[in-house]
Protein backbone atom coordinates (compact mmCIF):
# COMPACT_ATOMS: atom_id res chain seq x y z
CA UNK A 1 0.00 0.00 0.00
CA UNK A 2 2.23 2.22 -1.55
CA UNK A 3 1.30 4.63 1.40
CA UNK A 4 1.92 6.63 -0.69
CA UNK A 5 5.42 5.44 -0.83
CA UNK A 6 6.60 7.61 2.29
CA UNK A 7 4.14 9.91 2.20
CA UNK A 8 6.54 12.73 3.67
CA UNK A 9 9.61 11.89 1.82
CA UNK A 10 7.51 11.61 -1.59
CA UNK A 11 5.63 14.81 -1.30
CA UNK A 12 8.79 16.18 -0.15
CA UNK A 13 10.65 15.18 -3.56
CA UNK A 14 7.34 16.86 -5.42
CA UNK A 15 8.35 20.31 -3.19
CA UNK A 16 11.50 20.23 -4.04
CA UNK A 17 10.75 19.41 -8.11
CA UNK A 18 8.78 22.34 -8.20
CA UNK A 19 11.06 24.80 -8.13
CA UNK A 20 12.67 23.69 -12.07
CA UNK A 21 9.21 24.22 -13.79
CA UNK A 22 10.21 27.69 -15.14
CA UNK A 23 13.73 26.39 -16.08
CA UNK A 24 12.17 23.39 -18.36
CA UNK A 25 13.10 24.79 -21.92
CA UNK A 26 17.31 25.49 -20.64
CA UNK A 27 17.38 21.80 -18.66
CA UNK A 28 16.90 18.66 -20.55
CA UNK A 29 14.05 16.60 -21.05
CA UNK A 30 14.16 14.05 -17.40
CA UNK A 31 14.14 10.63 -18.26
CA UNK A 32 10.59 8.61 -18.36
CA UNK A 33 11.94 6.05 -16.49
CA UNK A 34 12.80 6.24 -12.10
CA UNK A 35 13.45 4.41 -9.45
CA UNK A 36 12.93 4.78 -5.97
CA UNK A 37 14.52 2.70 -2.63
CA UNK A 38 14.00 3.77 0.07
CA UNK A 39 14.03 3.10 4.02
CA UNK A 40 11.18 3.73 6.76
CA UNK A 41 10.98 3.23 10.84
CA UNK A 42 7.62 1.67 10.66
CA UNK A 43 5.34 1.46 7.45
CA UNK A 44 2.51 3.41 8.06
CA UNK A 45 -0.83 3.35 5.65
CA UNK A 46 -3.38 5.31 6.00
CA UNK A 47 -2.42 5.92 9.65
CA UNK A 48 -1.92 1.72 10.48
CA UNK A 49 1.30 -0.44 11.01
CA UNK A 50 2.17 -2.80 8.35
CA UNK A 51 4.75 -3.96 10.24
CA UNK A 52 3.86 -4.13 13.83
CA UNK A 53 5.74 -0.80 14.62
CA UNK A 54 9.26 -2.33 12.88
CA UNK A 55 11.06 -1.06 10.23
CA UNK A 56 10.62 -1.35 6.39
CA UNK A 57 12.82 -1.16 3.50
CA UNK A 58 11.12 -0.65 0.06
CA UNK A 59 11.44 0.43 -3.54
CA UNK A 60 10.17 0.88 -6.75
CA UNK A 61 10.16 1.36 -10.45
CA UNK A 62 7.97 4.32 -12.41
CA UNK A 63 7.91 5.07 -16.28
CA UNK A 64 5.90 8.08 -17.61
CA UNK A 65 5.11 8.43 -20.92
CA UNK A 66 4.77 11.92 -22.62
CA UNK A 67 1.27 11.40 -23.61
CA UNK A 68 0.55 11.67 -19.45
CA UNK A 69 0.19 7.99 -19.18
CA UNK A 70 2.43 6.23 -16.37
CA UNK A 71 2.44 2.70 -15.23
CA UNK A 72 4.52 1.24 -12.02
CA UNK A 73 5.52 -1.06 -9.43
CA UNK A 74 6.41 -0.55 -5.60
CA UNK A 75 7.25 -3.46 -2.77
CA UNK A 76 7.95 -3.40 0.98
CA UNK A 77 8.18 -5.98 3.84
CA UNK A 78 4.96 -6.52 5.78
CA UNK A 79 3.94 -8.55 8.35
CA UNK A 80 0.73 -7.89 8.82
CA UNK A 81 -0.57 -11.13 6.73
CA UNK A 82 1.95 -13.25 8.06
CA UNK A 83 0.58 -12.69 11.49
CA UNK A 84 -2.59 -14.04 9.98
CA UNK A 85 -2.48 -16.44 7.80
CA UNK A 86 1.28 -17.69 8.75
CA UNK A 87 2.58 -16.76 5.00
CA UNK A 88 3.40 -13.56 3.11
CA UNK A 89 5.69 -10.86 4.12
CA UNK A 90 6.20 -9.16 1.57
CA UNK A 91 3.70 -6.42 -0.21
CA UNK A 92 3.82 -5.30 -4.26
CA UNK A 93 1.65 -2.78 -5.59
CA UNK A 94 1.29 -2.61 -9.23
CA UNK A 95 -0.48 0.62 -10.56
CA UNK A 96 -1.24 2.91 -13.52
CA UNK A 97 -3.11 6.18 -14.90
CA UNK A 98 -3.22 9.29 -16.23
CA UNK A 99 -2.41 12.67 -15.37
CA UNK A 100 -2.60 16.02 -16.99
CA UNK A 101 -3.29 19.77 -16.35
CA UNK A 102 -6.33 21.75 -16.33
CA UNK A 103 -5.82 24.86 -18.27
CA UNK A 104 -3.40 26.93 -15.76
CA UNK A 105 -0.80 24.66 -14.39
CA UNK A 106 -1.10 25.24 -11.20
CA UNK A 107 -4.44 22.58 -11.41
CA UNK A 108 -3.99 18.77 -12.14
CA UNK A 109 -5.77 15.69 -11.95
CA UNK A 110 -4.64 12.08 -11.82
CA UNK A 111 -7.17 9.30 -13.15
CA UNK A 112 -5.88 5.57 -12.20
CA UNK A 113 -5.84 1.76 -10.55
CA UNK A 114 -3.84 0.00 -7.79
CA UNK A 115 -3.22 -3.52 -7.05
CA UNK A 116 -2.38 -4.42 -3.55
CA UNK A 117 -0.87 -8.24 -3.87
CA UNK A 118 0.79 -10.32 -1.22
CA UNK A 119 2.55 -13.14 -2.87
CA UNK A 120 2.12 -16.61 -1.76
CA UNK A 121 -0.28 -15.50 1.58
CA UNK A 122 -2.13 -18.24 3.52
CA UNK A 123 -5.86 -18.72 3.09
CA UNK A 124 -7.15 -15.43 4.22
CA UNK A 125 -6.36 -14.10 7.56
CA UNK A 126 -8.27 -15.04 11.00
CA UNK A 127 -11.86 -14.73 9.55
CA UNK A 128 -11.12 -16.00 6.31
CA UNK A 129 -11.04 -12.61 3.53
CA UNK A 130 -8.65 -11.99 0.93
CA UNK A 131 -5.88 -9.48 1.33
CA UNK A 132 -5.18 -8.68 -2.11
CA UNK A 133 -7.35 -5.72 -2.48
CA UNK A 134 -7.94 -3.70 -6.12
CA UNK A 135 -8.82 0.30 -5.89
CA UNK A 136 -9.74 3.07 -8.62
CA UNK A 137 -8.53 6.08 -7.63
CA UNK A 138 -9.15 9.87 -8.66
CA UNK A 139 -7.51 13.07 -7.56
CA UNK A 140 -7.50 16.82 -8.28
CA UNK A 141 -4.52 19.10 -7.30
CA UNK A 142 -4.33 22.87 -7.14
CA UNK A 143 -0.52 23.86 -6.33
CA UNK A 144 0.55 22.36 -2.92
CA UNK A 145 -2.91 20.85 -1.68
CA UNK A 146 -5.06 17.71 -3.45
CA UNK A 147 -7.06 15.75 -2.73
CA UNK A 148 -8.13 11.89 -3.65
CA UNK A 149 -10.62 9.44 -3.57
CA UNK A 150 -9.57 5.41 -3.33
CA UNK A 151 -12.99 2.96 -4.10
CA UNK A 152 -12.08 -0.90 -3.86
CA UNK A 153 -13.31 -3.13 -6.59
CA UNK A 154 -11.87 -6.06 -5.04
CA UNK A 155 -14.17 -8.31 -3.32
CA UNK A 156 -12.15 -7.55 0.18
CA UNK A 157 -10.55 -4.34 1.13
CA UNK A 158 -7.20 -5.62 2.80
CA UNK A 159 -8.68 -8.32 4.63
CA UNK A 160 -11.92 -7.34 6.25
CA UNK A 161 -15.34 -8.22 5.96
CA UNK A 162 -18.03 -6.44 6.71
CA UNK A 163 -20.17 -6.98 10.14
CA UNK A 164 -21.92 -9.63 9.02
CA UNK A 165 -19.65 -11.68 6.88
CA UNK A 166 -19.84 -10.07 3.62
CA UNK A 167 -17.97 -8.83 0.74
CA UNK A 168 -16.39 -5.21 0.89
CA UNK A 169 -16.22 -4.39 -2.04
CA UNK A 170 -16.59 -0.53 -2.10
CA UNK A 171 -15.04 0.54 0.59
CA UNK A 172 -13.64 4.39 0.28
CA UNK A 173 -11.26 6.15 1.54
CA UNK A 174 -10.75 9.92 1.04
CA UNK A 175 -7.47 12.22 1.87
CA UNK A 176 -6.18 15.65 1.46
CA UNK A 177 -3.09 16.49 1.42
CA UNK A 178 -0.56 19.46 1.51
CA UNK A 179 3.08 20.17 0.87
CA UNK A 180 4.92 23.14 1.30
CA UNK A 181 8.59 24.15 -0.20
CA UNK A 182 9.90 26.06 2.51
CA UNK A 183 13.46 26.53 0.44
CA UNK A 184 16.72 25.93 1.36
CA UNK A 185 15.44 22.23 0.65
CA UNK A 186 12.89 21.99 3.54
CA UNK A 187 9.50 21.32 3.10
CA UNK A 188 6.40 20.78 5.44
CA UNK A 189 3.64 18.00 4.87
CA UNK A 190 0.22 17.46 6.18
CA UNK A 191 -2.78 15.05 5.44
CA UNK A 192 -6.13 13.82 6.81
CA UNK A 193 -7.94 11.10 5.56
CA UNK A 194 -10.81 9.01 6.25
CA UNK A 195 -11.74 4.93 5.60
CA UNK A 196 -14.48 3.98 5.39
CA UNK A 197 -14.76 -0.29 5.23
CA UNK A 198 -18.16 -0.51 3.77
CA UNK A 199 -20.67 -2.30 6.06
CA UNK A 200 -17.78 -2.40 9.06
CA UNK A 201 -18.30 0.77 11.35
CA UNK A 202 -15.92 -0.89 14.06
CA UNK A 203 -12.76 -1.39 10.81
CA UNK A 204 -13.72 2.32 9.52
CA UNK A 205 -11.57 5.24 10.73
CA UNK A 206 -10.26 8.77 10.01
CA UNK A 207 -6.33 9.36 10.67
CA UNK A 208 -3.93 12.40 10.04
CA UNK A 209 -0.15 13.48 9.57
CA UNK A 210 2.03 16.10 9.63
CA UNK A 211 5.69 15.99 8.82
CA UNK A 212 8.67 17.61 7.67
CA UNK A 213 10.94 16.43 4.87
CA UNK A 214 14.97 17.63 3.88
CA UNK A 215 16.64 16.88 0.53
CA UNK A 216 20.24 16.45 1.85
CA UNK A 217 21.74 15.88 -0.84
CA UNK A 218 21.96 11.72 -1.60
CA UNK A 219 18.07 11.49 -0.80
CA UNK A 220 15.16 12.85 1.06
CA UNK A 221 14.82 11.96 5.39
CA UNK A 222 11.54 13.06 6.67
CA UNK A 223 9.81 13.13 10.00
CA UNK A 224 6.19 12.45 9.79
CA UNK A 225 3.30 11.88 13.17
CA UNK A 226 0.97 9.54 12.44
CA UNK A 227 -2.45 9.28 14.11
CA UNK A 228 -5.86 8.10 13.91
CA UNK A 229 -9.07 7.32 16.12
CA UNK A 230 -9.25 3.61 15.05
CA UNK A 231 -10.12 1.75 18.06
CA UNK A 232 -7.24 0.00 18.49
CA UNK A 233 -7.68 -1.57 22.21
CA UNK A 234 -8.18 -5.09 23.74
CA UNK A 235 -10.12 -7.17 21.42
CA UNK A 236 -10.80 -4.11 19.08
CA UNK A 237 -10.53 -4.20 15.26
CA UNK A 238 -6.93 -2.29 15.12
CA UNK A 239 -5.73 -4.47 18.00
CA UNK A 240 -3.61 -7.11 16.06
CA UNK A 241 -1.46 -10.03 16.76
CA UNK A 242 1.97 -10.33 16.14
CA UNK A 243 3.75 -14.39 15.51
CA UNK A 244 2.08 -16.87 13.69
CA UNK A 245 -1.31 -16.36 14.03
CA UNK A 246 -4.02 -19.35 14.55
CA UNK A 247 -7.87 -18.50 14.86
CA UNK A 248 -9.52 -19.48 17.42
CA UNK A 249 -6.17 -20.76 19.58
CA UNK A 250 -4.57 -17.27 19.98
CA UNK A 251 -1.33 -15.55 19.42
CA UNK A 252 2.37 -16.70 20.23
CA UNK A 253 2.91 -13.09 20.75
CA UNK A 254 1.41 -10.35 22.29
CA UNK A 255 -1.48 -8.34 20.35
CA UNK A 256 -0.79 -4.66 19.97
CA UNK A 257 -2.58 -1.39 18.89
CA UNK A 258 -1.24 -0.60 14.99
CA UNK A 259 -3.30 2.41 15.03
CA UNK A 260 -1.73 4.84 17.88
CA UNK A 261 0.07 7.62 17.20
CA UNK A 262 3.26 7.48 16.30
CA UNK A 263 6.35 9.05 14.73
CA UNK A 264 8.22 8.08 11.91
CA UNK A 265 11.38 8.49 10.64
CA UNK A 266 11.84 7.96 6.64
CA UNK A 267 14.46 8.27 3.69
CA UNK A 268 13.89 8.00 0.08
CA UNK A 269 15.99 8.39 -3.00
CA UNK A 270 15.15 8.36 -6.52
CA UNK A 271 17.42 7.84 -9.42
Same mark, same amino acid.
Given at each position: ???????????????????????????????????????????????????????????????????????? $??????????????????????????????????????????????????????????????????????????????????????????????????????????????????????? $??????????????????????????????????????????? #?? $???????????????????????? #???????????
Amino acid at each position: MKQTLIATAVAGICLLSAGSVFAEDAAPAPSPLSFNVGVVSDYIFRGISQTHGDAAVQGGIDYVFPSGFYVG $AWASNVTWVKDYTNKGDVEVDLYGGYRSTIGSSDFGYDIGAISYIYPGHGQGNAFGAEPNTQEVRASLSYKWISIKYSYTTSSHFVGWYSSTGGDTDGSGYLEANAAYDLGGGWGVTGH $AGHQKVKDNTLASYSDWNVGVTKDVGFGIVGLMYSDTNAKGDS #GE $AYNWPSGNFVAGVGSTSDFKNVSK #GKAVLTFLKTF
